[in-house]
């Protein structure tokens, strides 16, 4: 059973920069989506940024420029490197991993619509970004 976990949220000032990590572990083929979501107080989740099996990488617009998304994939860790915060960042942030079949059009069509072609889920990390 693949597991995630998240780490490096945390307090950070607007235009500060955050940078969280995602670990998996008992799994061995490699995943052919990995990606980063939020969910904001009062609002519903939301893809931020995903990883293709080909090292592919889509954001959303609201983080487009400002959020980098990177994996190392022999050591199972998903990076995401948040500068120029804003206060919208606020939220919790979970890790998300895809062990089906899907290309990077699939990659990015399940960031934007199809959270449920992520099959594993992190607890998630809290990110506060104060002005």
């Known amino acids: 059973q693949a597991r995630l976990k998240e780490s490096g949220g945390g307090s950070v000032q607007v235009g500060g920069s955050l940078t969280l990590s995602c670990e998996g572990s008992?799994?061995?083929?490699?995943?052919?989506?990995m990606g980063w979501f939020r969910h904001p107080p009062g609002n519903e989740r939301e893809g931020v940024a995903a990883?293709?099996?080909?090292?592919?990488?889509t954001y959303a617009n609201s983080v487009r420029g400002r959020f980098t998304i990177f994996q190392d994939s022999a050591k199972k860790t998903l990076t995401l490197q948040m500068n120029n915060v804003k206060p919208e960042d606020t939220a919790m942030y979970y890790c998300?991993?895809?062990?089906?079949?899907?290309?990077?059009?699939?990659?990015?069509?399940?960031?934007?619509?199809?959270?449920?072609?992520?099959?594993?889920w992190g607890q998630g990390t809290p990110v506060t970004v104060s002005s």
């Open positions: 990883v293709d099996k080909d090292g592919g990488t």
């Open positions: 008992g799994y061995n083929n490699r995943m052919f989506c």
């Open positions: 998300a991993a895809a062990e089906v079949y899907m290309d990077g059009d699939g990659c990015y069509t399940a960031l934007l619509s199809r959270h449920q072609d992520f099959h594993y």
